[in-house]
């Protein structure tokens, strides 16, 4: 079974421009969350769609942050403009939402913005 | 507003021994889990506790969740090198899909 999939894996960019960050879940799971994970406030959820609707955006930063998911099997995270306090490792995970099941976490896009 | 709590945050103990992670959370979940993370690497989930009184083992590792306390324990039994890693609890609320998670506990096993 492919897991869940991000790319790129790493990033390394200029404050000021644009970041686009993109997901795959895995197939047949129907939520869909965002991560970023900082040494210094640790793992926060910004974003979580449901059947391709976003839930919960009350984590994104502000409004140089948005997300959308166009379809079920892919999802995009973007910030523009970047900045430097954005430099974090961001995560998508996946599962099959009122199920058991534990959220399935992609191997993550390290970003760094100079 | 859920918050989760692990203690301790960092922990480091011999090869042999055992310890155990606690993890307090603030208001009533129906959902628990444990994960596991390596330096550098995603998060891999460890266990799923879903009632009071759950305990489910793997391994060398055994977890346990006590509703009516809010608490779930990650019990280490004869710790090895190869458990070394950070843990991290996170709590489901009543609603919604969302996950709290814990700070996560850095745990180092010295040979």
């Known amino acids: 079974d492919a897991g869940v999939i991000q790319s790129p894996r790493h990033e390394v960019t200029e404050m000021g421009q644009e970041v686009t960050l993109r997901c795959k879940p895995i197939?047949?799971?129907?939520?869909l969350f965002w991560y970023r994970q900082t040494m210094m406030r640790g793992l926060e959820l910004l974003i979580y769609?449901?059947?391709?609707?976003?839930?919960?955006d009350s984590g994104m930063p502000e409004d140089r942050f948005s997300a959308k998911m166009p379809n079920a099997s892919f999802s995009t995270l973007k910030i523009q403009p970047s900045e430097p306090r954005d430099s974090a490792v961001y995560f998508c995970?996946?599962?099959?939402?009122?199920?058991?099941?534990?959220?399935?976490f992609g191997d993550g896009t390290r970003l760094s913005i100079l | 507003e859920l918050k989760v709590e692990q203690n301790p945050l960092f922990l480091s103990m011999q090869e042999g021994k055992n310890y155990t992670i606690y993890c307090n959370y603030s208001?009533?979940?129906?959902?628990l889990y444990w994960y596991r993370q390596d330096p550098g690497k995603s998060l891999e989930s460890l266990f799923v506790?879903?009632?009071?009184?759950a305990v489910k083992q793997e391994g060398r590792l055994m977890a346990s969740l006590d509703t009516k306390a809010r608490l779930s324990t990650l019990h280490i039994t004869a710790a090895v090198h190869d458990l070394s890693a950070t843990y991290f609890c996170?709590?489901?609320?009543?609603?919604?899909?969302?996950?709290?998670f814990g700070e996560g506990t850095q745990l180092t096993v010295n040979p």
């Open positions: 995970a996946s599962n099959r939402d009122r199920s058991n099941q534990p959220q399935h």
């Open positions: 197939s047949g799971h129907n939520s």
């Open positions: 769609f449901n059947n391709n609707v976003p839930i919960d």
């Open positions: 208001t009533t979940s129906d959902r």
């Open positions: 506790l879903l009632s009071n009184g």
């Open positions: 996170a709590v489901r609320g009543t609603s919604g899909s969302r996950l709290t």
